[in-house]
Every structure is written in C-alpha cells, then in structure tokens.
C-alpha cells in the first residue's frame, strides 16, 4: 500500500498522548504506512520535507531540541501537505481558531482533518457551512474534498458524536440531549461538592488548580469557567441535530467567573485571584446542602422547543448527575425511538489518553476509507 502522511499540529497534553497511541497502532499495522511528516508546536516543528517521514521513537527530545519554525499557516502548510505524493491526515491538537477556520482550504485541497478542536464545528455557522461543503463527508461526496471527523470535541473520546449521527442518519428524531458535558466541571464539582459533604477543607480555586494540572482544563482555564466550552459542544450537538445555531454565545451562558476577574490579562494572574471568591462558591454549594442536594454544571438542548441552556443546578444526592466521579460526562440522548429512557453515555470526559483515543479513533475511520 502507498504511504499515509500525517501532519500532527499540537503536541501538548493530547498531541503527546496522541504520537504515542499513533507509533503503537503503526507498529502494529505495518502494512498500512503511517508516515509522519511535521510534528509542531506553537514555535518550533519536525518536518519531513522530502516526506520520507520522522521518527516516532524520539520526537519528543528531538522537537524539544528544535530550532526549525512551524510553517506558516495556512499558504505554507496547505503547499507543503498538499504536494504530499499521496494521502495527507492533518491533526490538529490545538486549540487555535485561526487553524480551524482554515479547515475548509484544507478540505478543499482533498487533505482529511481529525481534530479534538471544538472551534471549527462551534464558532460561527458559516464556517461549520464551509467545512461540511467542502468535506468529502458532507456535501462534497463526488469532489476531492477529504474527510474531517472531531468525535473528541465533545465528550473527549466518549462515542458521543458517532452515536449521535447514527441516531439521526438511520431516522431516529432527537428530542433532547441533557447532561454533564465538562470534564473539567465535572472534576471540580464532584471534589468541591462531593455527595458525603466533605472535601477535606478544599477550596474551589484549589480544585480549579488541581484540574489544570490533570491536563482536563482547555490551555486557559477561563474558557471553561465561563460555560463557553459546555457551549460550544452544546452548539456542535444542536448542529448535528439539525439545528442551525448561529454561535455558540447566541443562548444563556452561567460563567462561574467572578465579575471582578474578568479583566486579568492572563490565566496566571486569573489563577492568582480566584481564592479571594472561594465564599462566593462555597455559600452557593452550602445552600444545596441545606436541601439535601449538590451543585453541579450541566447543559441542555431541547431540539423540540429549540432551546439551549448551561448553568449551574442543584441535584438530589440519589440523582446519576450528582453521583458522578472524577472527570466523568454523562450524556442522555431521549428521541422518538428511545421514549422515556433515554440512551446514554457515560464516562471520562476529559484527559490526555481518553481524548487521544477519540482522536486516533477518527484517524482509523479516514484510513479505512482511504
Ligand atoms: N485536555 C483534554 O482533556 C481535552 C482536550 N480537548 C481539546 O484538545 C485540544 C488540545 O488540548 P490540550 O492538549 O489539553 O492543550 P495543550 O495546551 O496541552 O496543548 C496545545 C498544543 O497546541 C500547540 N499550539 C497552539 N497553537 C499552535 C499553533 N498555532 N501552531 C502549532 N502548535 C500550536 C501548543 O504549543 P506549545 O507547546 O508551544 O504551547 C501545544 O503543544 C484543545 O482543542 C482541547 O479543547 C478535547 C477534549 C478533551
Ligand atoms: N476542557 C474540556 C476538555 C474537553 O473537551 C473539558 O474539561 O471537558
Ligand atoms: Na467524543
């Protein structure tokens, strides 16, 4: 079989877990000629450029030692992954939005896109347009156009959007999809606010640090907090139902930053802050207490009424939402075949391993169908 190239962009908590998933599914299909060709960074990058391929065996040390900048993006990269002398997969671990918005170029070039990168399927509905037009599973079968799958951009590597577009391609009609949708949230409220009341003394900014540090939290911590994370995986599921939501801000967002913090300039100096609010969060978790329930962060999408919510809610302590671990999601899907008991899935919803599963996961579909 000719070579499969792969462009890998991020190389961080996921990127890193996602090269080794890769050099093991390699060694393990030799004959399917997975061929790296740029590993990249935000500053430096590997590259191949006679695309014989780099070496998954000491990437990490040899990108770590690099002094090579990425190419730029996206004229440079779409000319040297585009001249590729046979299939090109682009990964993209980033959470950059310039790079997604350029997903259709890209597509249209007949280059396939995995990515655990929610902005391109999330941000405003012309571009989710542009990469369905121009993708050959969307509106491009008959085109050059390549393939693009993102099943970790919500619910990490949890079968959130295969089951989803199997519901809807095989004619069952969604109704609802309700849940916890956040690893990072998840995290934070069930150590903050577990179901036995005690935390060992734990404070919310100090759950927040510990989620950062457990490689769940989007590179700026912010971008979960303010519910804008759960919203934009909210939009790519309304979306794939059917409806056409215009941005992943046109529907009521709860943020859980504090109105004073809103204006520090980093995620260091927002992480700085924090602890001078933990009353604030601590009031609102005793409150649920007091009626024998917990906090926790959830959404909604009710395609009947077309309404989308996120916020915080209380929950009994018998309810599944509030009897959750670690950085589980728990995702209901209730349509028209399903009726009252919904069908729905449930695990991890953030971490290196679990996202980079889904990750490599959507790169065996496109090698499947190469
Ligand atoms: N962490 C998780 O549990 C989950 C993450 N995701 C998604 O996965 C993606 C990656 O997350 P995560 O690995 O945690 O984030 P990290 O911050 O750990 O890694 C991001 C990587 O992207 C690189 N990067 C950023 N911009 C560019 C650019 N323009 N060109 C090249 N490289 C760039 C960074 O470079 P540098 O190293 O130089 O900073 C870094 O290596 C995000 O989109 C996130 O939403 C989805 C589901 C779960
Ligand atoms: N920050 C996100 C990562 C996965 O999408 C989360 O916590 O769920
Ligand atoms: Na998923």
Not at 31 to 45: F, G, Q
Not at 52 to 59: D, E, M, Q
Request: proline content about 6%; charged content about 20%; aromatic content about 8%.
């Amino acid at each position: 079989m000719s070579k499969i190239y792969v462009a890998i962009i991020g190389a961080g908590g996921v990127g890193k877990a996602f090269i080794s998933q890769l050099a093991s599914y390699s060694s393990r299909n030799p004959s399917l000629n997975i061929t790296p060709i740029l590993i990249s960074r935000s500053k430096t990058a590997l590259i191949s450029p006679d695309y014989s391929g780099l070496s998954l065996s000491n990437w990490a040390s040899d990108l770590a030692s690099a002094t090579t900048p990425p190419p730029a993006f996206p004229t440079e990269t779409l000319k040297f992954l585009s001249t590729a002398p046979g299939p090109v997969i682009l990964v993209d671990n980033t959470s950059d939005e310039a790079i997604a918005s350029s997903y259709p170029q890209f597509l249209s070039a007949g280059i396939h896109i995995v990515t655990p990168n929610k902005k391109g399927f999330s941000s405003s509905i012309d571009l989710w347009n542009g990469i369905y037009s121009a993708a050959k599973n969307g509106d491009n079968a008959n085109g050059k156009g390549g393939f693009v799958f993102h099943e970790a951009s919500v619910g990490a590597g949890l079968p959130v959007l295969s089951t989803l577009k199997e519901l809807v391609e095989t004619g069952d009609k969604i109704r609802k999809i309700e849940g916890v949708f956040s690893g990072t949230m998840s995290f934070l409220f069930n150590s903050f606010a577990p179901l036995s009341g005690d935390n060992g003394g734990k404070g919310f900014a100090e759950c927040v640090v510990q989620a950062k540090e457990l490689g769940y939290t989007e590179p700026d911590p912010r971008d979960d907090l303010n519910g804008l994370d759960v919203a934009r995986k909210l939009t790519i599921l309304a979306r794939l139902s059917g409806l056409a939501v215009p941005s992943p801000t046109s529907f009521p967002i709860q943020s859980l930053i504090p109105s004073e913090l809103e204006t520090a300039k980093s995620a260091e100096e927002f992480l700085e802050g924090l602890p001078r609010f933990d009353g604030e969060m601590t009031k609102k978790k005793t409150d649920a207490e007091a009626s024998g329930s917990v906090i926790r962060y959830v959404g909604s999408l009710n395609v009947e009424r077309k309404e989308v919510k996120v916020g915080l809610e209380s929950f009994a302590k018998s309810s599944s939402i509030a009897g959750l671990q670690g950085s589980d999601n728990i995702i209901s899907f209730y349509t028209e075949r399903y009726g009252a008991n919904p069908l729905i899935v449930q695990g991890a919803g953030a971490g290196a391993e679990v996202t980079a599963m889904g990750v490599l996961g959507d790169l065996i579909k496109v090698v499947q169908r190469l």
